[in-house]
């Protein structure tokens, strides 16, 4: 097969779909290959979870023309509110108007919806969905991979973004450093009678953070907001088995009446925890994105925004390398990709992991200092205004498509 | 009949070998010319902007150079050349060296480009004049620079622009492109003799005995966080634009 092309992205996911489009919008082509049924990933009810979409995020989805589509979808998040097991000292990172939301919430089924929409229209991608592949090759010029029908397709670059297993990064032999929580976040959709009003929770309990984010109301004007839940391994089976009732019951003892009565739970789901980062995210024609290249706690909802970032960052070097005459697979544009990307997205999956140890730590001294800990981030503007521009996503050296 | 091939350039296959193994070795970014990979990014945006400057190109074309000719004099295995041909040009490579000429075409014909490679001295071959000539890091291994000059000279159309970069003669130069960088290996060893680098001033004399008029040079500084980069620092090495006066 004759169609050589400029990126060969193993993973069409949220971040893999992200990079061709971003791609695409600078003039490269894209072979995205992924083994799902993107009918079954869109289809309701297959998986409640949901994003947060940092401002930086929000601004490569502008810059890309996915935004006013998605715009009426979006629950902005007015407001973050961070307790110790719903204990007082809490900490508001509340932005002053002109400062703009923290974030927007989506449920991943919209994200997909509107990405793959866009990417079908888009000629410079050759979507090849439900495909196996069978092999891949990285070679002095070029890149390829077979598929199962024996498809051969070829590029110049080689992108791994198929998550945290990425079978790419097994197959270039990159190490991965990586612990697992021994913990699941459950995840549910909980409507609730008070109005959410845009605020974003996270409670720390020993056994883990437990979160609510805010979502659009639904049709009928109920409300809404995405629960992740963190519980220990030997616990999440008998949580995903719990009735409806029983299981808000659980959720409302954990939480109070900040929402009111929860009235419905969506269906749930479990997903292991586990911070990962690899020693390297590039090698030779081959470049890794998301969480093929680090995978953090979902605490801090950054996970997403993250892969974004590696998106706008990557697709920024292969933009000024085509400016210079080098082709997308040249060395000295992937080695610019690692130093930028590398670095960066390990500070802040260190950062989350501190976090999840030191909210990890049972017993009312421990409680006790976490709270004097948060009432002092609380009285210092500065400390503050960096967790609100980490949250934002806005912190570090942006990527252009991640800028308004 | 003895290899009656070989002088119509026609290579042999153990030969071919041979160059592809020589290609490989040029093009590793972690090999011998590893210094030079790291500089290419580096004086490509020089060229980059001299383009966009000399011929009011977009500055996001992804072909500026397209309908345009170019002659990249001690080509190497392509280096330039090869990022020169995807801006559009129609590329000539020459090379003093056969072996570099033979391995920059089995690396172009990889990569899929159509790039004109001819080993010799640049006197000796009758091909016109182009739009863009450039001589990347060539002028200090010249023996009669004053007559590698105009030739250069000789090839460029009225309107052409010319780009060279070659090392400054200065103490910093000595210590540490022949000094330091060849001592741990960043620069294979006998590559440069200190004595045959020009100053900027000496080069505007050269371009300007060969009715060329020198732009303004910019250097290429080493540093540990940014690495190499364009800088105004001349003292190491440096890049300029020249064009008929």
Redesign the interface.
């Given at each position: 097969m004759d169609d050589k092309r400029d990126l060969l992205i193993l993973g069409g996911g949220l971040v893999g779909m992200t990079l061709a489009l971003a791609a695409a919008r600078k003039g490269f082509t894209s072979h995205v290959v992924d083994r799902a049924d993107p009918e079954a990933l869109t289809a309701e009810g297959f998986d409640g979870r949901a994003s947060a979409i940092s401002t930086a995020s929000w601004n490569l989805f502008t810059n890309i023309g996915l935004a006013d589509g998605l715009e009426q979808y979006g629950q902005p998040i007015s407001s973050i509110a961070v307790t110790d097991q719903m204990k007082p000292g809490r900490i508001d990172f509340t932005p002053q108007p002109h400062e703009g939301s923290l974030g927007r919430m989506f449920a991943n089924r919209t994200l997909r919806l509107a990405l793959f929409e866009a990417a079908e229209k888009e000629e410079a991608i050759a979507w090849h969905a439900k495909s196996e592949i069978v092999s891949r090759s990285r070679g002095e010029h070029g890149v390829a991979a077979e598929l199962s029908d024996g498809t051969r397709l070829e590029a110049s670059l080689m992108i791994g973004a198929e998550g945290r297993g990425s079978p790419t990064r097994e197959d270039a032999g990159i190490a991965v450093a990586k612990w697992q929580y021994e913990h699941r976040a459950i995840i549910a959709g909980l409507t609730h009678s008070k109005p959410h009003g845009g605020v974003a929770w996270e409670i720390f309990y020993p056994a883990g953070p437990f979160a609510l984010l805010p979502m659009q109301d639904n049709e009928d004007g109920t409300h809404r907001s995405a629960l992740v839940w963190t519980v220990s391994e030997e616990d999440a089976a008998g949580v995903l088995k719990l009735s409806d009732r029983a299981f808000l019951a659980e959720a409302e003892k954990r939480m109070g009446r900040v929402l009111g009565d929860l009235t419905a739970a969506g269906p749930r789901s479990s997903f292991p925890l586990g911070f990962h980062h690899t020693a390297t995210i590039t090698d030779r024609r081959l470049a890794l994105v998301g969480d093929a290249a680090h995978g953090i706690h979902p605490i801090a909802g950054q996970g997403l925004n993250l892969g974004l970032r590696d998106v706008g960052a990557l697709v920024e070097v292969l933009a000024e390398g085509a400016r210079l005459g080098l082709d997308p697979g040249d060395a000295q544009l992937l080695d610019r990709y690692e130093k930028w990307r590398g670095l960066d997205s390990f500070m802040v999956a260190l950062a989350t992991d501190g976090l999840t140890r030191l909210f990890g730590l049972p017993g009312p001294a421990a409680s006790a200092i976490r709270r004097f800990g948060m009432g002092g981030v609380q009285r210092l503007p500065l400390l503050k205004n960096w967790f609100m521009d980490e949250a934002r996503g806005v912190t570090g050296d942006m990527p252009e498509l991640l800028e308004a | 009949m003895p290899d009656a091939t070989v002088a119509n350039l026609t290579i042999r296959e153990d030969e071919a070998a041979h160059f592809g193994k020589l290609a490989?070795e040029w093009?590793d970014?972690?090999g011998s010319s590893a210094m030079l990979?790291?500089l290419?990014?580096v004086r490509?945006?020089f060229?980059?902007r001299a383009i966009d400057m000399h011929w009011a190109s977009d500055?996001?074309a992804?072909k500026p150079l397209s309908g345009k000719s170019a002659l990249d004099v001690g080509c190497g295995a392509g280096l330039l050349s090869?990022?020169?041909?995807?801006?559009g040009a129609d590329v000539t490579g020459v090379d003093a060296a056969p072996e570099n000429i033979a391995a920059a075409s089995a690396?172009a014909e990889?990569?899929?480009l159509d790039i004109r490679y001819m080993a010799g001295e640049l006197a000796a071959q009758d091909i016109g004049t182009f739009d863009l000539v450039t001589a990347m890091e060539v002028l200090e291994h010249v023996a009669d620079k004053r007559a590698f000059m105009r030739e250069l000279a000789a090839r460029l159309a009225p309107d052409g622009l010319m780009i060279l970069s070659t090392p400054n003669r200065t103490p910093q130069s000595r210590v540490l492109m022949v000094g330091a960088a060849e001592a741990v290996g960043l620069i294979p060893r006998g590559t440069h003799d200190w004595n045959d680098f020009l100053t900027p001033e000496e080069l505007r004399d050269l371009l300007s005995g060969a009715g060329l008029t020198m732009g303004e040079p910019e250097g290429i500084a080493f540093s540990p966080v940014k690495g190499l980069h364009l800088s105004g620092d001349l003292s190491l090495n440096y890049i300029v634009t020249a064009r008929r006066a």
């Open positions: - | 490989a093009w970014p972690k990979h790291r290419n990014p490509l945006k060229i980059r500055v996001e992804r090869e990022p020169l041909a995807r801006l690396h990889g990569a899929g």
